[in-house]
């Protein structure tokens, strides 16, 4: 099975939140999975780190251990392509800008979306892994 991970997926198992426990159950479950995700991922993680940190819900030793966690993660991220970008545009209407990369990625290695963004994986019924306790 290849997993294609968004940072929602990333920035909840790297902080060990309760939806990021739902996927690491699920990616221990599957411990031949492969794991993708998009180029732009660890930026999207990094930005989103830095706003819980903003919000005092993270210190900065917190951040950069985190950080370190997520550079150890054993994910190959797929470069953004024109091929990528012309996928994506052609899902625009049903998926939101910052998450139409993944999903197109998904669609582009056969594989599946895992997000604990509940609007996208309602939006891509077919595509995203149900993660439940």
Do not use: C, K
């Amino acid at each position: 099975m290849i997993y294609v991970l968004d940072a929602s997926a990333v920035v909840d198992l790297v902080v060990r939140s309760e939806p990021g426990e739902q996927v690491r159950r699920r990616l221990t479950a599957d411990r031949d999975a492969a794991l993708i995700s998009v180029a732009h991922l660890d930026a999207e993680v990094f930005s989103a780190l830095a706003r819980l940190h903003r919000a005092d819900q993270l210190d900065a030793g917190e951040v950069s251990e985190l950080l370190q966690r997520l550079a150890s993660m054993d994910m190959r991220r797929v470069p953004i392509t024109g091929g990528l970008l012309a996928a994506a545009w052609n899902m625009r209407d049903n998926v939101a800008a910052r998450d139409v990369l993944y999903v197109a990625a998904a669609i582009g290695v056969e594989g599946a979306l895992i997000t604990t963004d509940e609007r996208l994986a309602r939006a891509v019924p077919d595509l995203a892994v149900t993660l439940s306790e």
